[in-house]
């Protein structure tokens, strides 16, 4: 139990720190390559801040262990709104300004429906996962498209303040490699060390995925989230988590369909993605209004999801019987 417990905290400190320089390499390097400020947020706020999740789940679903990928990809999304957004929105209150994130927010309803829509049969298969990545290339198109129309708004100037993207392009193809190569191990002995967690404790891979994992994977857009909210870079804070979210949905879940075809539990989708879900509704309405007031997203709606995420963790571990 200590060996894999080990195993995990080394996982997770190894993912956090290669996930940075992964995100920090691959965007300066980007940058050098003239992309606008605006593009380099988009990969920095989408694919940057999942690749965490993306190879812990592919390398789970690689061992087996789909139910841990499943769960990580569903709790990360769960983290992100009701703990990470949380926790942001008590220290300050917050405003969208930005269009690009505005036209973010439906775009990540519809992909959780469509993600409901393809699993509702219970079955994650490989179509399932083909029609997420090519759904993931569509989305990034899209927003891709966004960001050459818009070049600059609240959001890229925020990234512009937040990131120090004019590091050399030697140093930035260094970091770029060295978390390309350290992701997969510290992914690893997280998947290692929570697979024996689980066994140990007689709980299922989705249980530590929707809960342990997930929090891990977690931890960048927490940190990225509480410090944006710190330095008042309110679009920047917002958009990390609904870039996340909709990344880990088409990627994360894409890539385990692809590799390996899952069974669900009718409970996974009536409790764990219908909270998800419902996290995702509450989110979009409560932008819709805050911003039609034009008013900040106030403290009230940050107490409100972290009770919510406090209510679910308490729901899930005691439903278990841990």
Same mark, same amino acid.
């Given at each position: 139990?200590?060996?894999?417990?080990?195993?995990?905290?080394?996982?997770?400190?190894?993912?956090?720190?290669?996930?940075?320089?992964?995100?920090?390499?691959?965007?300066?390097?980007?940058?050098?390559?003239?992309?606008?400020?605006?593009?380099?947020?988009?990969?920095?706020?989408?694919?940057?801040?999942?690749?965490?999740?993306?190879?812990?789940?592919?390398?789970?679903?690689?061992?087996?262990?789909?139910?841990?990928?499943?769960?990580?990809?569903?709790?990360?999304?769960?983290?992100?709104?009701?703990?990470?957004?949380?926790?942001?929105?008590?220290?300050?209150?917050?405003?969208?300004?930005?269009?690009?994130?505005?036209?973010?927010?439906?775009?990540?309803?519809? $992909? =959780?429906?469509? @993600?409901?829509? !393809?699993? /509702?049969?219970?079955?994650? #298969?490989?179509?399932?996962? %083909?029609?997420?990545?090519?759904?993931?290339?569509?989305?990034?198109?899209?927003?891709?498209?966004?960001?050459?129309?818009?070049?600059?708004?609240?959001?890229?100037?925020?990234?512009?303040?937040?990131?120090?993207?004019?590091?050399?392009?030697?140093?930035?193809?260094?970091?770029?490699?060295?978390?390309?190569?350290?992701?997969?191990?510290?992914?690893?002995?997280?998947?290692?060390?929570?697979?024996?967690?689980?066994?140990?404790?007689? $709980? =299922?891979?989705? @249980?530590?995925? !929707?809960? /342990?994992?997930?929090?891990? #994977?977690?931890?960048?857009? %927490?940190?990225?989230?509480?410090?944006?909210?710190?330095?008042?870079?309110?679009?920047?804070?917002?958009?990390?988590?609904?870039?996340?979210?909709?990344?880990?949905?088409?990627?994360?879940?894409?890539?385990?369909?692809?590799?390996?075809?899952?069974?669900?539990?009718?409970?996974?989708?009536?409790?764990?993605?219908?909270?998800?879900?419902?996290?995702?509704?509450?989110?979009?309405?409560?932008?819709?209004?805050?911003?039609?007031?034009?008013?900040?997203?106030?403290?009230?709606?940050?107490?409100?999801?972290?009770?919510?995420?406090?209510?679910?963790?308490?729901?899930?571990?005691?439903?278990?019987?841990?």
């Amino acid at each position: 139990m200590i060996e894999s417990l080990s195993f995990l905290i080394l996982g997770l400190v190894m993912l956090i720190y290669a996930a940075d320089k992964f995100v920090l390499g691959a965007a300066s390097t980007a940058k050098h390559m003239g992309v606008s400020t605006m593009l380099v947020g988009l990969i920095i706020v989408g694919f940057g801040t999942s690749a965490p999740e993306m190879v812990v789940s592919a390398i789970a679903s690689f061992k087996g262990n789909s139910g841990l990928a499943l769960g990580n990809a569903v709790g990360s999304n769960i983290t992100n709104i009701a703990l990470v957004l949380g926790v942001g929105l008590l220290i300050v209150p917050m405003s969208i300004k930005s269009q690009t994130i505005k036209r973010e927010m439906p775009i990540l309803l519809l $992909v =959780s429906l469509l @993600v409901l829509f !393809l699993l /509702i049969d219970l079955w994650l #298969t490989f179509v399932d996962g %083909l029609v997420l990545i090519i759904g993931m290339f569509v989305v990034t198109g899209f927003l891709l498209f966004i960001g050459i129309k818009t070049e600059k708004d609240e959001f890229s100037d925020e990234l512009e303040a937040e990131f120090d993207l004019d590091i050399s392009l030697n140093k930035a193809i260094i970091f770029l490699v060295f978390g390309i190569v350290m992701l997969p191990v510290a992914s690893q002995l997280m998947v290692n060390g929570a697979s024996d967690i689980a066994v140990h404790f007689g $709980v =299922s891979d989705m @249980v530590i995925g !929707l809960t /342990i994992v997930a929090l891990g #994977t977690s931890l960048p857009e %927490l940190a990225a989230t509480v410090a944006s909210a710190m330095k008042k870079e309110h679009d920047l804070a917002i958009g990390n988590i609904v870039g996340s979210n909709m990344f880990n949905l088409l990627g994360v879940i894409g890539i385990s369909g692809l590799i390996r075809e899952y069974e669900l539990t009718a409970r996974f989708i009536k409790y764990d993605y219908f909270y998800m879900l419902m996290l995702t509704v509450f989110l979009f309405l409560a932008s819709v209004y805050f911003v039609l007031k034009d008013r900040f997203i106030s403290r009230i709606i940050g107490v409100v999801l972290l009770v919510m995420y406090i209510s679910y963790m308490g729901w899930l571990y005691v439903s278990e019987g841990i």
